[in-house]
């Protein structure tokens, strides 16, 4: 089964998620629907200082936005801000230093932005790391699940009660399209059991949990528009460390960070995006299935809700 998932999701990919893909589908993307002011709102952007989250801050930068860049290195990040500051006209931009994996830090950052904060628009949770062999954080967490779930988890839930001040807030997750790969796994969520470790499954798997945590925040709190969604196969810098192999065959097939950080751009921004409910998974600006066919990926209720329940259990320990 996972040979014929594997194949089937690269076939898939080079159709839909390479340079062509995104080519093929943005014909029939409306331009207006970027043509959106974006003055007076507050975006938060995790992992902005580089790759697809740069793309997203300067993107909304150029619409007015008030931007809100959380990075992990401090020296990258205001690289990035002045950058993002010359293209897009714009000072609004302001720079929050946090590492993802320490979940009693991203409490603490949530917290103190909720205090210092009036408002928050939109939240786009693009921050996440693929670790090639098992890492524990100094909290005993498998890095890359610290990174990509738990701490995605415990920054959109620490901010929800802000998020819910701004009318028709939005929660952004950039997930990807690997995980169509992987059935959800909720009892090696640190992959103990995972022999060989293997990085890029470990990474597909969450996010899958990523979608799963999508769909079943967006049923917890319909005052709020959640999504997420896949970039397709991009030229980030994060690609070509983590995947070199990947990125040397599929170079000149890739999409630029631009095309990847469209459709994230759109959900965040976008009226037309608020016209499909809320909790869905999106390729090029259209809502597609978060399964393969004929894959068995599909699992039952029961296990997404151990799922949510494992993660809040987490995040009250590490509060």
Same mark, same amino acid.
Request: contains cysteine; neutral net charge.
């Given at each position: 089964?996972?040979?014929? =998932?594997?194949?089937?999701?690269?076939?898939?990919? #080079?159709?839909?998620?390479?340079?062509?893909?995104?080519?093929?589908?943005?014909?029939?993307?409306?331009?207006?629907?970027? %043509?959106?002011?974006?003055?007076?709102?507050?975006?938060?952007?995790?992992?902005?200082?580089?790759?697809?989250?740069?793309?997203?801050?300067?993107?909304?930068?150029?619409?007015?936005?008030?931007?809100?860049?959380?990075?992990?290195?401090?020296?990258?990040?205001? /690289?990035?801000?002045?950058?993002?500051?010359?293209?897009?006209?714009?000072?609004?931009?302001?720079?929050?230093?946090?590492? @993802?994996?320490?979940?009693?830090?991203?409490?603490?950052?949530?917290?103190?932005?909720?205090?210092?904060?009036?408002?928050?628009?939109?939240?786009?949770?693009?921050?996440?790391?693929?670790?090639?062999?098992?890492?524990?954080? /100094?909290?005993?967490?498998?890095?890359?699940?610290?990174?990509?779930?738990?701490?995605?988890?415990?920054?959109? =839930?620490?901010?929800?009660? *802000? #998020?819910?001040?701004?009318?028709?807030?939005?929660?952004?997750?950039?997930?990807?399209?690997?995980? #169509?790969?992987?059935?959800?796994?909720? %009892?090696?969520?640190?992959?103990?059991?995972?022999?060989?470790?293997?990085?890029? @499954?470990?990474?597909?798997?969450?996010?899958?949990?990523?979608?799963? @945590?999508?769909?079943?925040?967006?049923?917890?709190?319909?005052?709020?528009?959640?999504?997420?969604?896949?970039?397709?196969?991009?030229?980030?810098?994060?690609?070509?460390?983590?995947?070199? %192999?990947?990125?040397?065959?599929?170079?000149?097939?890739?999409?630029?960070?631009?095309?990847?950080?469209?459709?994230?751009?759109?959900?965040?921004?976008?009226?037309?995006?608020? #016209?499909?409910?809320?909790? *869905?998974?999106?390729?090029?600006?259209?809502?597609?299935?978060?399964?393969?066919?004929?894959?068995?990926?599909?699992?039952?209720? %029961?296990?997404?809700?151990?799922? @949510?329940?494992?993660?809040?259990?987490?995040?009250?320990?590490?509060?």
């Amino acid at each position: 089964m996972s040979l014929f =998932r594997n194949t089937v999701w690269f076939l898939k990919g #080079l159709k839909e998620y390479t340079r062509g893909g995104y080519q093929a589908a943005s014909k029939n993307f409306k331009e207006q629907d970027l %043509d959106v002011d974006c003055t007076g709102r507050h975006y938060m952007i995790t992992g902005a200082n580089s790759g697809i989250g740069k793309c997203i801050a300067t993107e909304i930068a150029k619409r007015g936005g008030n931007i809100h860049m959380v990075c992990r290195n401090s020296t990258t990040a205001e /690289e990035a801000k002045k950058e993002i500051v010359e293209i897009s006209g714009n000072e609004n931009v302001f720079v929050h230093i946090l590492d @993802m994996s320490q979940p009693k830090s991203v409490h603490q950052f949530a917290n103190d932005f909720e205090n210092s904060n009036e408002s928050l628009h939109a939240l786009i949770n693009n921050a996440g790391c693929m670790v090639n062999q098992r890492e524990l954080t /100094e909290d005993n967490l498998e890095k890359n699940f610290a990174t990509n779930t738990l701490g995605t988890y415990i920054l959109t =839930r620490s901010l929800l009660p *802000l #998020l819910k001040k701004s009318e028709k807030a939005r929660v952004v997750i950039v997930t990807s399209g690997g995980m #169509l790969v992987q059935k959800l796994n909720t %009892d090696d969520l640190q992959f103990e059991k995972m022999n060989p470790f293997d990085g890029t @499954m470990a990474y597909a798997q969450n996010k899958r949990q990523q979608v799963v @945590m999508t769909e079943r925040l967006a049923v917890q709190h319909p005052e709020i528009h959640f999504s997420c969604m896949h970039p397709g196969w991009a030229d980030t810098p994060a690609v070509r460390s983590s995947m070199p %192999d990947f990125y040397n065959k599929m170079k000149d097939k890739l999409r630029t960070p631009e095309e990847g950080a469209d459709t994230a751009v759109w959900l965040a921004i976008s009226p037309s995006a608020e #016209l499909h409910k809320s909790g *869905l998974f999106f390729q090029d600006r259209t809502p597609v299935s978060t399964h393969l066919p004929l894959a068995w990926t599909k699992v039952c209720s %029961d296990v997404e809700e151990k799922l @949510m329940k494992s993660l809040e259990e987490l995040a009250v320990q590490f509060s």
